[in-house]
């Protein structure tokens, strides 16, 4: 078999980022719409089940079994727990802002990490790197704006999201040597368990396309889970990291097209920063030659 040239790997590493991200953004789009009509719950719940169309062919080629051998059994359930809370947090948190903002704060993910990599990896953050973070923070607090008069439940939810976000990521840097079906396994079998809870009570009646569309949403997901690991493994995480931006842009594009919501100058102005300030982190690991994570890319990805 002819060996692949190594532009044509990174071109298509590149598209399929592009594309991967773009399912997402198509996947949170999705998931807002739904949550207008459906309880979180019920719509997180048939979304886990879907995502098993694509999680059920990884399992059997892995192996079941597999999914049982796990090393450092804390750290997993730490990171079950973080990528629930992600997951519940983003749907509660779209239910009543626009889509672009709620993504604007997670595109604050990468800051964190480099932050939370210095207390809990131990890693060597430099004073430039750290200026980016601060300066990141301050965009996050003119998205927040903490006001009394401006700050709302809906906000919180999606900080805490993305924190949550961030810590799933930095875990996942812990856990590298736990295959990607099963860390996706078992985060979508905890957030399905979550969801079943929460939407006791809170079923609402739903037609045959309503459920469609839900399971359409975790093959969605799955999808792109898949495409970013590709993309992975085909160009170098540094050359794709900063792609992830994009997503900002599709929610911003989508938020118009469905939803008819134009996000405000504050949002853009603390988006701006915070895009920025992530570039600049992803330039340094780059030149401090440590490249950047793939944790720094994606939910729920190695």
């Excluded at 079941?64 to 727990?81: C, E, N, S, T, Y």
């Excluded at 099963?182 to 079923?203: D, E, F, K």
């Amino acid at each position: 078999m002819p060996k692949i040239p190594i532009r044509n790997m990174l071109v298509a590493g590149i598209l399929l980022m592009l594309a991967g991200d773009f399912m997402f953004a198509l996947n949170d789009a999705m998931g807002k719409w739904l949550v207008a009509s459906f309880s979180v719950g019920q719509v997180v719940l048939v979304r886990s089940i879907g995502s098993f169309i694509i999680l059920g062919p990884m399992i059997a080629h892995q192996g079941a079994a597999k999914l049982f051998h796990m090393d450092r059994l804390g750290l997993q359930i730490l990171r079950v727990v973080a990528t629930t809370l992600d997951t519940v947090l983003f749907y509660a948190a779209v239910v009543y802002l626009p889509l672009a903002d709620v993504m604007s704060f997670y595109m604050a993910g990468p800051i964190y990490v480099a932050a939370m990599s210095h207390f809990l990896l131990g890693e060597k953050v430099g004073w430039r790197r750290w200026a980016a973070i601060s300066i990141g923070f301050c965009g996050v607090l003119i998205m927040l704006k903490p006001s009394s008069a401006a700050f709302s439940l809906s906000s919180l939810f999606a900080l805490i999201g993305s924190i949550s976000f961030a810590v799933g990521l930095v875990l996942n840097r812990s856990l590298r040597g736990t295959s990607d079906t099963t860390l996706v396994t078992w985060q979508t079998v905890a957030a399905g368990l979550v969801a079943a809870v929460m939407a006791i009570g809170n079923w609402h009646p739903a037609s045959a396309f309503d459920y469609g569309a839900m399971l359409l949403l975790g093959v969605v997901s799955g999808a792109a889970h898949l495409m970013i690991t590709r993309a992975l493994k085909l160009a170098p995480a540094s050359t794709l990291a900063p792609l992830h931006y994009t997503l900002l842009l599709w929610a911003v594009v989508f938020g118009v097209l469905f939803f008819s919501d134009v996000p405000g100058p504050r949002i853009l102005v603390g988006a701006g920063i915070v895009v920025l300030a992530g570039l600049f982190i992803f330039h340094r690991q780059k030149v401090k030659d440590t490249g950047v994570p793939p944790e720094n890319v994606p939910k729920g990805v190695n």
